[in-house]
């Protein structure tokens, strides 16, 4: 479908096709960790916007192939491939690395437990503290090695 424009020199009458646009809702997860930050939306390797912690945002797009990235310092996801068709809107959800959001709760946890063990009960538990460091490898490979899976995209129907 087009829309009708005259040419007034002419006199000639012409279709000009105007490409759809469409929706893509973007849907960020609410989470402990990340919370302070926002995560940069590209879409086709264009930065379109940020978005907040719970956060939703719609961004119009053309029909057709695209590919999303969300990004936070020097972290990203891995590139989301996905089509949209004609006045169709799509869902993608954005969040942290898996079990991001229990991390931090669990080691506050473990470390005042180790604290009311040690100074209330008189038990020096330092395997606690060796549990705490093991635990904290787990966020460390998703901020070095593994910074391309820091944050997770995904189609949500």
């Not at 604290?115 to 503290?129: P, R, S």
Request: hydrophobic residues 45%; glycine residues 8%; aromatic residues 10%.
């Amino acid at each position: 479908m087009g829309i009708l424009e005259k040419t007034v020199n002419l006199g000639l009458i012409k279709f000009i096709e105007i490409p759809k646009m469409t929706k893509l809702k973007v849907k960020r997860t609410s989470e402990l960790n990340n919370r302070a930050r926002s995560f940069d939306i590209y879409i086709d390797g264009k930065k379109v916007g940020e978005i907040a912690n719970g956060e939703t945002k719609e961004f119009d797009i053309e029909t057709g192939k695209h590919k999303l990235t969300a990004k936070v310092d020097w972290c990203q996801s891995k590139e989301l491939d996905f089509k949209i068709q004609d006045d169709q809107t799509k869902t993608i959800e954005i969040s942290g690395f898996k079990y991001g959001n229990v991390i931090i709760p669990l080691i506050l946890g473990i470390v005042g437990l180790f604290f009311f063990i040690k100074f209330v009960v008189g038990i020096d538990l330092i395997i606690l503290l060796g549990l705490v460091a093991l635990i904290f490898l787990y966020p460390l490979y998703y901020i070095s090695i593994g910074k391309n899976e820091y944050l997770i995209a995904k189609e949500v129907s």
